[in-house]
Protein backbone atom coordinates (compact mmCIF):
# COMPACT_ATOMS: atom_id res chain seq x y z
CA UNK A 1 0.00 0.00 0.00
CA UNK A 2 1.72 2.90 -0.73
CA UNK A 3 0.56 7.11 -1.01
CA UNK A 4 0.11 8.32 -3.76
CA UNK A 5 2.74 10.39 -4.24
CA UNK A 6 5.25 7.20 -3.78
CA UNK A 7 3.38 5.72 -6.68
CA UNK A 8 4.36 8.32 -9.17
CA UNK A 9 8.02 7.74 -8.63
CA UNK A 10 7.48 3.87 -8.08
CA UNK A 11 5.63 3.70 -11.18
CA UNK A 12 4.81 6.99 -13.39
CA UNK A 13 7.83 8.15 -13.98
CA UNK A 14 9.92 5.08 -14.67
CA UNK A 15 7.09 3.87 -16.73
CA UNK A 16 6.91 7.28 -18.83
CA UNK A 17 11.73 6.82 -19.49
CA UNK A 18 10.70 3.24 -20.10
CA UNK A 19 8.44 4.54 -23.22
CA UNK A 20 10.45 7.59 -24.08
CA UNK A 21 13.67 5.35 -23.96
CA UNK A 22 12.45 2.97 -26.43
CA UNK A 23 10.87 5.75 -28.66
CA UNK A 24 14.37 7.81 -28.89
CA UNK A 25 15.89 4.21 -29.31
CA UNK A 26 13.56 3.66 -32.39
CA UNK A 27 14.42 6.75 -34.13
CA UNK A 28 18.33 6.15 -34.16
CA UNK A 29 19.36 7.87 -30.91
CA UNK A 30 22.18 5.84 -29.27
CA UNK A 31 21.85 4.64 -25.87
CA UNK A 32 24.25 6.72 -24.15
CA UNK A 33 22.53 10.08 -25.45
CA UNK A 34 19.12 8.89 -23.70
CA UNK A 35 21.19 8.49 -20.47
CA UNK A 36 22.03 11.91 -20.95
CA UNK A 37 18.61 13.48 -21.46
CA UNK A 38 16.67 11.33 -19.20
CA UNK A 39 19.48 12.28 -16.57
CA UNK A 40 19.84 8.05 -15.91
CA UNK A 41 22.68 5.41 -16.23
CA UNK A 42 23.28 4.00 -19.56
CA UNK A 43 22.69 0.69 -17.77
CA UNK A 44 19.22 1.54 -17.15
CA UNK A 45 18.75 2.77 -20.55
CA UNK A 46 19.03 -0.59 -21.69
CA UNK A 47 17.45 -2.14 -18.88
CA UNK A 48 14.31 0.25 -19.84
CA UNK A 49 14.95 -1.28 -23.61
CA UNK A 50 14.62 -5.01 -22.26
CA UNK A 51 11.60 -4.93 -20.06
CA UNK A 52 7.70 -5.00 -21.36
CA UNK A 53 5.52 -1.98 -20.86
CA UNK A 54 2.92 -2.14 -17.65
CA UNK A 55 -0.80 -2.39 -19.34
CA UNK A 56 -1.83 -0.15 -16.71
CA UNK A 57 -2.37 3.36 -18.28
CA UNK A 58 -0.65 1.83 -21.26
CA UNK A 59 -2.87 3.97 -23.46
CA UNK A 60 -1.99 7.62 -21.76
CA UNK A 61 1.41 7.55 -20.97
CA UNK A 62 2.06 5.85 -24.66
CA UNK A 63 0.68 9.15 -26.10
CA UNK A 64 2.25 11.07 -23.66
CA UNK A 65 5.46 9.15 -23.92
CA UNK A 66 5.13 9.98 -27.43
CA UNK A 67 4.43 13.64 -27.56
CA UNK A 68 7.35 13.90 -24.82
CA UNK A 69 9.78 12.13 -27.22
CA UNK A 70 8.90 14.75 -30.27
CA UNK A 71 9.71 17.51 -27.50
CA UNK A 72 12.98 16.06 -26.81
CA UNK A 73 13.88 15.36 -30.43
CA UNK A 74 12.46 19.34 -31.69
CA UNK A 75 15.53 20.24 -28.73
CA UNK A 76 12.30 21.73 -26.71
CA UNK A 77 14.12 23.00 -22.70
CA UNK A 78 14.48 21.29 -19.81
CA UNK A 79 12.37 22.99 -18.00
CA UNK A 80 9.43 23.45 -20.33
CA UNK A 81 9.79 19.18 -20.68
CA UNK A 82 9.44 19.29 -16.95
CA UNK A 83 6.56 21.67 -16.79
CA UNK A 84 5.03 18.97 -19.49
CA UNK A 85 5.57 15.67 -17.33
CA UNK A 86 4.15 17.91 -14.60
CA UNK A 87 1.08 18.70 -15.95
CA UNK A 88 -0.09 15.59 -17.28
CA UNK A 89 1.09 13.86 -13.84
CA UNK A 90 -1.09 16.20 -11.97
CA UNK A 91 -4.13 15.47 -14.55
CA UNK A 92 -3.60 11.57 -13.94
CA UNK A 93 -4.27 12.65 -9.99
CA UNK A 94 -6.93 14.70 -10.65
CA UNK A 95 -8.60 12.18 -12.45
CA UNK A 96 -7.60 9.74 -9.59
CA UNK A 97 -6.53 6.59 -12.09
CA UNK A 98 -3.12 6.06 -9.79
CA UNK A 99 -6.07 4.76 -7.18
CA UNK A 100 -6.33 1.05 -8.07
CA UNK A 101 -2.45 1.14 -8.09
CA UNK A 102 -1.98 2.31 -3.91
CA UNK A 103 -5.51 0.40 -3.11
CA UNK A 104 -6.26 2.92 -0.22
CA UNK A 105 -10.34 3.09 0.35
CA UNK A 106 -11.80 6.07 -0.37
CA UNK A 107 -8.83 7.99 -1.27
CA UNK A 108 -9.41 11.54 -2.15
CA UNK A 109 -6.26 13.14 -1.64
CA UNK A 110 -5.43 13.81 -5.09
CA UNK A 111 -8.42 15.43 -5.84
CA UNK A 112 -8.43 17.54 -3.13
CA UNK A 113 -4.64 18.78 -3.50
CA UNK A 114 -5.30 19.55 -7.00
CA UNK A 115 -8.23 21.61 -6.77
CA UNK A 116 -8.15 24.79 -8.21
CA UNK A 117 -10.22 26.54 -5.80
CA UNK A 118 -7.66 25.08 -2.96
CA UNK A 119 -4.89 26.21 -5.02
CA UNK A 120 -6.27 29.96 -5.46
CA UNK A 121 -7.00 29.73 -1.18
CA UNK A 122 -3.49 29.60 -0.81
CA UNK A 123 -2.00 31.53 -2.80
CA UNK A 124 -4.96 34.41 -0.95
CA UNK A 125 -3.66 32.96 2.13
CA UNK A 126 0.05 33.15 1.56
CA UNK A 127 -0.39 36.88 -0.06
CA UNK A 128 -2.32 37.63 2.95
CA UNK A 129 0.72 36.60 5.38
CA UNK A 130 3.49 38.30 3.23
CA UNK A 131 1.14 41.87 3.16
CA UNK A 132 0.50 41.42 6.88
CA UNK A 133 4.59 41.74 7.48
CA UNK A 134 5.04 43.70 5.13
CA UNK A 135 2.48 46.58 6.73
CA UNK A 136 4.36 45.43 10.44
CA UNK A 137 7.59 46.48 9.18
CA UNK A 138 6.62 49.61 9.04
CA UNK A 139 5.30 49.83 12.43
CA UNK A 140 7.79 49.97 15.95
CA UNK A 141 6.68 46.79 16.93
CA UNK A 142 9.63 45.85 19.18
CA UNK A 143 8.31 46.42 22.63
CA UNK A 144 5.30 43.78 21.38
CA UNK A 145 8.06 41.14 20.47
CA UNK A 146 8.12 37.99 22.91
CA UNK A 147 10.97 35.77 24.06
CA UNK A 148 10.30 32.98 22.44
CA UNK A 149 9.50 35.42 18.84
CA UNK A 150 6.52 36.34 16.86
CA UNK A 151 4.74 34.70 14.26
CA UNK A 152 1.29 35.07 12.41
CA UNK A 153 -0.58 31.78 11.18
CA UNK A 154 -3.69 31.88 8.74
CA UNK A 155 -5.81 29.12 8.08
CA UNK A 156 -8.23 27.80 5.43
CA UNK A 157 -11.58 28.53 5.56
CA UNK A 158 -12.68 25.03 6.53
CA UNK A 159 -9.26 23.66 8.29
CA UNK A 160 -9.37 20.02 9.65
CA UNK A 161 -5.37 19.90 10.63
CA UNK A 162 -2.30 22.09 11.29
CA UNK A 163 -1.80 21.51 7.64
CA UNK A 164 -4.02 23.70 6.80
CA UNK A 165 -2.96 27.05 8.47
CA UNK A 166 0.30 28.54 7.01
CA UNK A 167 2.37 30.52 9.02
CA UNK A 168 6.04 31.41 9.27
CA UNK A 169 8.93 29.36 9.35
CA UNK A 170 11.44 30.08 12.36
CA UNK A 171 8.93 32.77 13.53
CA UNK A 172 9.05 36.66 13.15
CA UNK A 173 11.97 38.49 14.92
CA UNK A 174 14.06 41.98 14.89
CA UNK A 175 17.04 42.33 12.88
CA UNK A 176 18.79 45.29 13.06
CA UNK A 177 15.67 47.23 14.11
CA UNK A 178 13.84 45.72 11.02
CA UNK A 179 11.06 43.10 11.23
CA UNK A 180 11.98 40.17 8.83
CA UNK A 181 10.68 36.67 8.40
CA UNK A 182 13.48 34.19 7.74
CA UNK A 183 11.54 32.62 4.39
CA UNK A 184 7.91 32.69 3.04
CA UNK A 185 5.20 31.20 5.36
CA UNK A 186 3.86 27.66 4.90
CA UNK A 187 1.80 25.57 5.58
CA UNK A 188 2.07 23.44 8.54
CA UNK A 189 4.79 26.09 10.11
CA UNK A 190 3.19 26.70 13.27
CA UNK A 191 2.12 23.59 15.45
CA UNK A 192 1.24 25.92 18.45
CA UNK A 193 -0.74 28.66 16.40
CA UNK A 194 -1.90 26.05 14.67
CA UNK A 195 -3.98 24.40 17.60
CA UNK A 196 -5.23 27.22 19.06
CA UNK A 197 -6.55 28.43 15.16
CA UNK A 198 -8.30 24.55 15.27
CA UNK A 199 -9.91 25.00 18.47
CA UNK A 200 -11.57 28.77 16.74
CA UNK A 201 -12.48 27.77 13.92
CA UNK A 202 -16.62 27.59 14.58
CA UNK A 203 -15.97 31.51 15.82
CA UNK A 204 -14.91 32.78 12.20
CA UNK A 205 -11.20 33.43 13.83
CA UNK A 206 -8.90 32.48 11.19
CA UNK A 207 -5.94 34.89 12.11
CA UNK A 208 -3.33 34.53 14.78
CA UNK A 209 -0.53 36.73 16.03
CA UNK A 210 1.17 36.16 19.18
CA UNK A 211 2.70 39.38 21.20
CA UNK A 212 4.53 39.74 24.46
CA UNK A 213 2.61 39.42 27.98
CA UNK A 214 2.55 43.49 28.95
CA UNK A 215 0.87 44.83 32.18
CA UNK A 216 0.96 48.07 29.80
CA UNK A 217 -0.49 46.54 26.34
CA UNK A 218 -3.43 44.51 28.56
CA UNK A 219 -3.95 48.18 29.86
CA UNK A 220 -4.12 49.16 25.74
CA UNK A 221 -6.74 46.51 25.27
CA UNK A 222 -8.78 47.37 27.56
CA UNK A 223 -8.59 51.48 26.68
CA UNK A 224 -9.10 50.33 23.09
CA UNK A 225 -12.46 48.81 23.92
CA UNK A 226 -11.09 45.18 22.71
CA UNK A 227 -13.12 41.87 24.10
CA UNK A 228 -10.14 39.79 26.01
CA UNK A 229 -10.09 36.96 28.10
CA UNK A 230 -7.12 35.85 30.63
CA UNK A 231 -6.87 32.49 31.24
CA UNK A 232 -6.97 30.58 33.89
CA UNK A 233 -3.68 28.83 34.51
CA UNK A 234 -4.68 27.19 37.71
CA UNK A 235 -7.48 25.45 35.49
CA UNK A 236 -6.26 24.60 32.47
CA UNK A 237 -2.43 23.34 31.59
CA UNK A 238 -2.57 24.67 28.49
CA UNK A 239 -4.25 27.21 26.06
CA UNK A 240 -5.35 24.61 23.83
CA UNK A 241 -7.73 23.50 26.67
CA UNK A 242 -8.19 26.30 27.59
CA UNK A 243 -9.60 27.37 23.94
CA UNK A 244 -11.87 24.50 23.79
CA UNK A 245 -13.66 25.78 26.74
CA UNK A 246 -14.37 29.06 26.11
CA UNK A 247 -17.64 30.94 24.61
CA UNK A 248 -18.35 33.65 22.83
CA UNK A 249 -15.86 35.62 20.31
CA UNK A 250 -12.76 37.84 21.42
CA UNK A 251 -10.25 40.27 19.93
CA UNK A 252 -7.53 38.86 22.29
CA UNK A 253 -6.50 35.82 24.69
CA UNK A 254 -4.44 36.64 27.65
CA UNK A 255 -2.31 33.81 28.93
CA UNK A 256 -0.63 34.69 31.91
CA UNK A 257 1.74 31.57 31.22
CA UNK A 258 3.44 29.36 34.38
CA UNK A 259 6.40 27.68 35.13
CA UNK A 260 8.62 26.99 31.69
CA UNK A 261 5.58 28.63 29.73
CA UNK A 262 6.37 32.14 28.42
CA UNK A 263 3.06 34.62 29.24
CA UNK A 264 1.46 35.94 26.31
CA UNK A 265 -0.98 38.00 24.41
CA UNK A 266 -2.73 36.41 21.30
CA UNK A 267 -4.39 38.74 18.82
CA UNK A 268 -7.33 37.32 16.60
CA UNK A 269 -9.33 38.14 13.85
CA UNK A 270 -10.60 36.86 10.55
CA UNK A 271 -7.47 36.99 8.56
CA UNK A 272 -3.88 38.73 9.03
CA UNK A 273 -5.20 42.27 7.87
CA UNK A 274 -7.32 42.22 10.81
CA UNK A 275 -4.64 41.67 13.14
CA UNK A 276 -2.39 44.53 11.70
CA UNK A 277 -5.24 46.98 12.01
CA UNK A 278 -5.84 45.80 15.72
CA UNK A 279 -1.86 46.11 16.38
CA UNK A 280 -2.07 49.63 15.16
CA UNK A 281 -4.77 50.60 17.33
CA UNK A 282 -2.89 49.48 20.03
CA UNK A 283 0.28 51.28 19.19
CA UNK A 284 -2.55 54.76 19.55
CA UNK A 285 -3.22 54.04 22.80
CA UNK A 286 -1.05 55.82 25.71
Known amino acids: ?12 IPETRKRVAKNLKSRGMKENEIARLLHVSQGMVSRYLKEKESLFLSGEIEKFSRELSNRIVENYGEVEN ?6 FCISIREKRKLCDLHKIENCSLCTYLYNPFR ?19 NLNISDFMPEVRMN ?3 SRENPGSRMDVMAFPGRLTYISGRLVGFSDPEFGASKHLSSILLNLRDRGVRAIMNLKFKENLIKKLRKSNFTFCIMDREKYGSIEDFVKDLEGSYDA ?25 KVKKLLEVN
Open 1 to 12: MYPPCVEVNRYL
Open 253 to 277: IVDPGTFGIEPMIYILGRDPESLVE
Open 82 to 87: LEFFCR
Open 119 to 137: KREEDEISGSLRKALKSLE
Open 152 to 154: IAY
